[in-house]
């Protein structure tokens, strides 16, 4: 048995959304801003299909770039070093592709990832989410391709410990209604505040933390 730590990419790891600088860099704020507008009205899976069709044709090559110079919340690579020497095997979660999250795992030593896969043809991003659509759809959930929870539980299963969840939007809802010691970090959701049971708002506030002891 293992303790699992599940982490949020963006926001959370790192200081801003992936898509947001994204959408900067290629001169694409206006067409998010227009579908950020709509997403209240739409399930996430939709959103995401459509954030995906914004970089239709851009390079995987220019798309790393980008993602390469987001820097790293304050204190996260810290805290995962320090959960790592405390046993657990520790993973990202994320609404994001998951190209991009591997590459992040490699610079913080993190273990698993989870996040949409992607169809990329002769370097090129398609556009086209390849994930299967793996939503629990649990009440207050907003139907994600990737499903935190079905992450979660999958984790469960492999590793048969207790699971601690970090995330700060409505994205990391599902995963912290079954995790074991949910904790919302900056979060900029409510049903996420109401589901954990801890709200933090840095790395450094984690690290004082003796998080073995509070999931025993």
């Known amino acids: 048995m293992k303790p699992v730590l599940i ?4 926001g959370t790891l790192l200081e801003r959304r992936t898509v947001d600088e994204l959408c900067d860099s290629f001169g694409l704020r206006k067409e998010l801003d227009l579908i950020d507008r709509e997403s209240s009205n739409l399930p996430a899976f939709r959103v995401a299909e459509m954030i995906a069709g914004l970089f239709k044709g851009k390079t995987i090559h220019e798309i790393e770039a980008v993602f390469d110079n987001i820097p ?7 805290f995962i070093k320090s959960i790592k020497q405390n046993g657990f095997v ?7 592709y998951e190209f991009l999250a591997r590459r992040l795992a490699q610079r913080l030593g993190i273990d698993l990832v989870y996040g949409h896969k992607i169809q990329i043809l002769k370097g090129r991003f398609t556009g086209r989410i390849l994930s299967p659509y793996r939503c ?3 009440p207050g959930c907003k139907r994600f ?4 929870l079905w992450f979660l539980r999958e984790c469960k299963k492999k590793y048969g410990g207790p699971v601690i969840t970090l995330g700060d939007g409505d994205g990391d809802y599902c995963m912290s209604t079954e995790s074991d010691l949910p904790i919302a970090f900056k979060p900029r959701s409510k049903p996420l ?3 954990c049971k801890l709200v933090v708002y840095s790395f450094e506030d984690l690290l ?3 998080l073995n002891k509070m999931i025993r």
């Open 90 to 96: 520790t993973s990202i979660a994320t609404d994001s």
């Open 7 to 10: 982490v949020d990419m963006d």
């Open 208 to 210: 004082a933390l003796d």
């Open 193 to 195: 505040v109401d589901v």
């Open 145 to 148: 391709y990737t499903c935190k």
């Open 136 to 138: 629990l759809e649990i």
């Open 72 to 78: 790293a919340n304050a204190g996260a690579g810290e």
